[in-house]
């Protein structure tokens, strides 16, 4: 079955914009998870997503925000872009969330702020 | 707040030695999941094995195998035969068991080459 899709793979914002990137989860999956990727920082949870609600959050500003469909597909928003959100995106699913289930990850989306 | 640390930024090993990759974590928890993934070129993160704080066992995915030290608070990876498609970059991962499902504390990754 295809597995984690995020699109786009590749994107160029001008400082100050806003993007929005998509995540398509595993067939039956319904939680989210988000990080951001970068040499400096590593990898950072954003958020995660359960059947629609916000579960957690992670220590980013409010530029960043995050929403679930009720397919559970997820999409998440940076708006008033800066240089520092240079990154890739990832996301991963799980079937139901749960502490004992594996987190499969897309092949992310590489962000690049100008 | 939890912390991982992995200590070696690249490992080099020739094709069917073996390698093992350090990972230390800081936490007061008893209760924990522990993960090693894999992340190639291709830039997916790709589960390599998994253990439960509560299990004493070490777990073990064909070649590849942990040394959980839960005192000393240790989870190190053992690639045993590296055959070339080993080669990426190696993260060690805590989850809280009492924190959701998909928050993640990762270290910053262990780069391994695979030499012919």
């Known amino acids: 079955k295809a597995g984690v899709t995020q699109t786009p793979r590749y994107l160029i914002k001008t400082r100050g914009q806003q993007v929005t990137l998509s995540c398509s989860p595993i067939?039956?999956?319904?939680?989210v998870s988000w990080y951001q990727q970068t040499p400096g920082q590593g990898l950072q949870f954003l958020f995660e997503?359960?059947?629609?609600?916000?579960?957690n959050k992670g220590n980013f500003p409010g530029r960043f925000s995050g929403r679930q469909f009720s397919n559970s597909r997820s999409e998440m928003n940076v708006s008033t872009l800066e240089l520092g959100d240079s990154a890739l995106y990832l996301c991963?699913?799980?079937?139901?969330?749960?502490?004992?289930?594996?987190?499969?990850f897309g092949q992310g989306t590489r962000l690049t702020v100008v | 707040a939890q912390t991982v640390t992995q200590s070696q930024p690249e490992m080099s090993v020739q094709e069917a030695e073996t390698v093992t990759l350090s990972c230390t974590y800081d936490?007061?928890?008893?209760?924990?999941?522990l993960f090693w993934y894999k992340q190639p070129p291709s830039r997916q993160m790709i589960l390599v094995i998994r253990?439960?704080?509560?299990?004493?066992q070490n777990a073990t995915e064909n070649r590849f195998s942990v040394n959980f030290q839960k005192a000393a608070k240790s989870f190190s990876l053992k690639i045993s035969d590296s055959q070339l498609g080993d080669a990426a970059m190696y993260f060690c991962?805590?989850?809280?068991?009492?924190?959701?499902?998909?928050?993640?504390?990762f270290g910053a990754g262990t780069q391994v080459v695979v030499t012919p």
């Open positions: 991963a699913s799980s079937l139901r969330g749960e502490m004992n289930t594996e987190a499969f």
């Open positions: 067939s039956g999956h319904r939680s």
């Open positions: 997503y359960f059947s629609e609600t916000q579960r």
């Open positions: 936490t007061s928890e008893s209760d924990y999941y």
């Open positions: 253990q439960e704080a509560y299990k004493q």
């Open positions: 991962a805590y989850r809280s068991a009492t924190d959701s499902w998909g928050k993640f504390q």
